[in-house]
């Protein structure tokens, strides 16, 4: 991390608030862009002088489209394979600030296939709620071609082409609470 730990936020253990906080991703589909979240989903925050190390994951198995049928497309070999792999992991021990601006290198896994990546995002500062907690918010995104995590599912369109881009954004916008 360059610069100081506590410019993220005060040093301590930062757990997920997962009331307020989101998970999801975007793809190119036909005409437009597709969207779902996850609803299941939990992580880290841990800031020391030394550094910060960011670490989630979200439930396969909580994917939400507004769609069940979709959904359950989405769980199955197909696209994330839930059974197999139930989970969709993210971890970082590479943080960079520049104002609010924040840079992360880490790792995400996906259907069982570890990457690395590059995440750019903003940071707000800490504060305190109505209740005392302190908290600090992060929102995140990176884009990653699907088919280099084995999601490869695609159907051929009548006029040619994918019905379904490889690119897909994942934006998280996470909210954290330091522990007691």
């Given at each position: 991390m360059?610069?100081?730990a506590l410019t993220l936020a005060p040093a301590g253990t930062w757990q997920l608030d997962p009331t307020h906080s989101t998970v999801g991703f975007e793809v190119p589909y036909l005409?437009?862009?597709f969207r779902g979240r996850f609803h299941e989903i939990e992580g880290a925050l841990d800031v020391s002088e030394d550094g910060a190390a960011l670490n989630g994951s979200?439930?396969?198995a909580s994917v939400d489209v507004r769609?069940?049928?979709l959904a359950a497309h989405l769980r199955s070999p197909d696209f994330?394979?839930?059974e197999r792999h139930p989970e969709l992991?993210?971890?970082a021990n590479e943080i960079e600030?520049?104002?609010e601006a924040v840079q992360v290198r880490g790792e995400v896994t996906i259907k069982g296939v570890t990457k690395p990546v590059d995440v750019e995002g903003t940071v707000t500062a800490p504060l305190t709620d109505s209740h005392g907690n302190e908290r600090v918010g992060l929102r995140l995104s990176t884009t990653v071609d699907r088919t280099d995590f084995g999601v490869s599912w695609n159907m051929d369109l009548p006029a040619g082409g994918p019905a379904l881009g490889n690119d897909v954004t994942i934006v998280a916008e996470l909210y954290f609470v330091k522990a007691a």
């Open positions: 360059t610069g100081s005409p437009g862009t979200a439930k396969v769609d069940e049928n994330f394979d839930a992991r993210f971890s600030l520049d104002g």
